[in-house]
T-cell receptor
Framework: AQSVTQPDIHITVSEGASLELRCNYS??????LFWYVQSPGQGLQLLLK??????LVQGIKGFEAEFKRSQSSFNLRKPSVHWSDAAEYFC?????????????FGKGTMLLVSP | GAVVSQHPSWVICKSGTSVKIECRSL??????MFWYRQFPKQSLMLMAT?????????EQGVEKDKFLINHASLTLSTLTVTSAHPEDSSFYIC????????????FGDGTRLSIL
């Protein structure tokens, strides 16, 4: 069965510093991978997705992620963090072979941004 | 585009009451919608997959008679929590996809349910 591991429960980054959130997945075939962001009391907003092709994908709000098959990873990065980026970030893998298949989520990483 | 609306955003009710939550895709049709439950500071747990015109598929451990799902049209799915009790208090989130192999799920803003 597929699974997603986000090893960091909390991360604190200074405003303006770079960010990398880790995500490792377990899936037998080529995965459909996603990063979502959730602000307190809100639903999830899609940051970016990987389905195929270029392994470096660009998303909204200046985020990018790189798919590394050899490491089973899909880490999220941002070169310069803004205070408004403070939120919970979820990595997810689709169970089936399409983007709208059911998703398995990681436990999330809470990003705190210090002044 | 791809907006999913969820209503209500917050509901408080007495124990034993049934509560209905609506999930609408505003600018696309969704043959499949999903219902998740999220406990405080935890991840999303899939409760069921809602298919237009057919019965929902429930995840293991989810009570079908407690959480009734109806997907009567291509833009609306409802989740009814029947005879709600305090342990049903949670954050419920729906999602939907326009369909197509490369289309992701889009999420509603969630419903905070508090049972007194």
């Amino acid at each position: 069965a597929q699974s997603v591991t986000q090893p960091d429960i909390h991360i604190t980054v200074s405003e303006g510093a770079s960010l990398e959130l880790r995500c490792n997945y377990s899936y037998g075939a080529t995965p459909y991978l996603f990063w979502y962001v959730q602000s307190p009391g809100q639903g999830l907003q899609l940051l970016l997705k990987y389905f195929s092709g270029d392994t470096l994908v660009q998303g909204i709000k200046g985020f990018e992620a790189e798919f590394k098959r050899s490491q089973s990873s899909f880490n999220l990065r941002k070169p310069s963090v803004h205070w408004s980026d403070a939120a919970e970030y979820f990595c997810a893998v689709a169970r089936g072979d399409s983007g709208y298949s059911t998703l398995t989520f990681g436990k999330g990483t809470m990003l705190l941004v210090s002044p | 585009g791809a907006v999913v609306s969820q209503h209500p955003s917050w509901v408080i009710c007495k124990s034993g009451t049934s509560v209905k939550i609506e999930c609408r895709s505003l600018d696309f049709q969704a043959t499949t919608m999903f219902w998740y439950r999220q406990f405080p500071k935890q991840s999303l747990m899939l409760m069921a997959t809602s298919n237009e015109g057919s019965k929902a598929t429930y995840e293991q451990g989810v009570e079908k008679d407690k959480f009734l799902i109806n997907h009567a049209s291509l833009t609306l799915s409802t989740l009814t929590v029947t005879s709600a009790h305090p342990e049903d208090s949670s954050f419920y989130i729906c999602s939907a996809s326009p369909g197509g192999r490369d289309q992701p799920q889009h999420f509603g803003d969630g419903t905070r349910l508090s049972i007194l």
